[in-house]
């Protein structure tokens, strides 16, 4: 099976600041990646497809990069509205999947 | 723009089976596309549970036990979940969710509102 982890599982930052999430996948997983945001009590939302693609209406502040078992996701100025918890999800084994921890983003 | 609403109990007891239904609107789930249950443990994170394929094929989290079952009503354009003998354990925020192809990969690109169910006699 394939494990995801991220790091940090949680960090502190202010409105404008850049933020840098990383994910792992224990084997490669190519650019079999996605990127969901999730905000308190509710659904997740799909920022990020196939590691870097921006899914539709998903603000360019946004990015992902990574291939292989290394991807980051990037919020280049942080605002008001996306302080959220961010999950990694691979899709190299589909129709199975399996998501990461969760990196928690919160106002420092 | 397809939308998922989910329906069904939000308390069940002990030893129970949980029955939650996803209706899909806006979308033929005829038409393809795999279409998945998540859970959400309060406070913690997300844990696919499944997918089932419009053809009725079924694909489970192979690190899950085999409690859990989907089925799928192409007819009645939804999608089912159910999860027998539920314990405490079992207590979760589920969500079910559709997996769209992006040309090389799948992603769940639209979300149920989702559904906390606690189990609790």
């Known amino acids: 099976d394939i494990e995801m982890t991220q790091s940090p599982s949680s960090l502190s930052a202010s409105v404008g600041d850049r933020v840098t999430i990383t994910c792992r996948a224990s084997?490669?997983?190519?650019?079999?990646l996605n990127w969901y945001q999730q905000i308190s009590g509710k659904a997740p939302k799909l920022l990020i497809y196939?590691?870097?693609s921006l899914q539709s209406g998903v603000p360019s502040r946004f990015s992902g990069s990574g291939s292989g078992t290394d991807f980051t996701l990037t919020i280049s100025s942080l605002q008001p509205e996306d302080f959220a918890t961010y999950y990694c999800?691979?899709?190299?084994?589909?129709?199975?999947?399996?998501f990461g921890p969760g990196t928690k983003v919160d106002v420092k | 723009q397809v939308q998922l609403q989910q329906s069904g109990p939000g308390l069940v007891k002990p030893s129970e089976t949980l029955s939650l239904t996803c209706g899909v609107s806006?979308?033929?789930?005829?038409?393809?596309?795999?279409w998945g249950w998540i859970r959400q443990p309060p406070g913690k994170g997300l844990e696919w549970i499944g997918s089932?394929?419009?053809?009725?094929?079924?694909y489970y989290n192979p690190s899950l036990e085999s409690r859990f079952t989907l089925s799928v009503s192409t007819s009645k354009n939804q999608f089912s979940l159910k999860l027998s003998s539920v314990t405490a354990a079992d207590t979760a925020v589920f969500y079910c969710?559709?997996?769209?192809?992006?040309?090389?990969?799948?992603?769940?690109?639209?979300w149920g509102q989702g559904t906390l169910v606690t189990v609790s006699s």
């Open positions: 969710a559709r997996a769209l192809w992006f040309g090389n990969l799948w992603g769940f690109d639209s």
């Open positions: 806006g979308y033929s789930i005829s038409n393809g596309y795999y």
């Open positions: 089932i394929h419009h053809s009725g094929n079924t």
């Open positions: 084997q490669s997983i190519s650019r079999y």
């Open positions: 196939a590691a870097s």
């Open positions: 999800q691979q899709s190299h084994t589909t129709p199975t999947f399996t």
